[in-house]
């Protein structure tokens, strides 16, 4: 069955560093691939997706994510975190083919940025 | 508002009650879903409607959850006899078409507590 791992379910960073939060998946098949940011009190938002057409997806608010399918991974990246980057964050796949239409999602990643 | 709407944002139920959850998707929308969010968790999938006709309802946990969308708009997630493990979040999401890359937007969510 396909599934997602999220390593680190915290993750701390300053402001105005580097923000690395690591998604990897399970499947033969690169499936799409989708982040999602929640905010306290919030429903999910979109901040980027893979759909094959570029291996580096470039999403809202300065993510970007690089598609490895020799890693089996979809990694999200922002060269500089803000204060409001403050959140949690969700890596999410599904598999291609017809009849499947869930999503299925990681554990989350809560990420902290600190002064 | 042009989003997904749910209601009510929070609910506090005994152990035993029903309940009935609410979702009114973006205007247009064929695919509904539903997730049920426990705490410092993932979403996990629960069932999904392409217009009025449930399609998958391989995630509800029990005979005691039942989701409907009679019109193939708005939709109702039922718990029949609450149980403390049924407290979580129970997200609403719809998408314009099926499967593939479509984005899903989600609601706000509804907080279920079982006391």
């Known amino acids: 069955a396909q599934s997602v791992t999220q390593l680190g379910s915290h993750v701390s960073v300053s402001e105005g560093a580097l923000v690395l939060l690591r998604c990897n998946y399970s499947s033969s098949v690169p499936p799409y691939l989708f982040w999602y940011v929640q905010y306290p009190n919030q429903g999910l938002q979109l901040l980027l997706k893979y759909t094959s057409a570029a291996t580096l997806v470039k999403g809202i608010n300065g993510f970007e994510a690089e598609f490895k399918k020799s890693e089996t991974s979809f990694h999200l990246t922002k060269p500089s975190a803000h204060m409001s980057d403050a959140a949690e964050y969700f890596c999410?796949?599904?598999?291609?083919?017809?009849?499947?239409?869930?999503?299925?999602f990681g554990a989350g990643t809560r990420l902290a940025v600190h002064p | 508002g042009a989003g997904v709407s749910q209601s009510p944002r929070y609910k506090v139920a005994k152990r035993g009650q029903d309940v009935a959850l609410r979702c009114d998707p973006i205007?247009?929308?064929?695919?509904l879903f539903w997730y049920q969010q426990a705490l410092g968790q993932g979403p996990e999938f629960l069932t999904y409607?392409?217009?009025?006709?449930?399609l998958d309802k391989s995630g509800l946990p029990s005979d005691r959850f039942f989701a409907e969308r009679p019109e193939g708009s708005v939709s109702t997630l039922k718990i029949q006899r609450t149980q403390q493990e049924d407290s979580a979040v129970y997200l609403c999401a719809s998408s314009w078409g099926q499967g593939g890359s479509y984005e899903q937007y989600f609601g706000p969510g509804t907080r279920l507590t079982v006391t």
């Open positions: 409607f392409q217009n009025e006709a449930q």
């Open positions: 205007s247009g929308h064929v695919s």
């Open positions: 999410a796949v599904r598999p291609r083919g017809r009849g499947y239409n869930k999503l299925i």
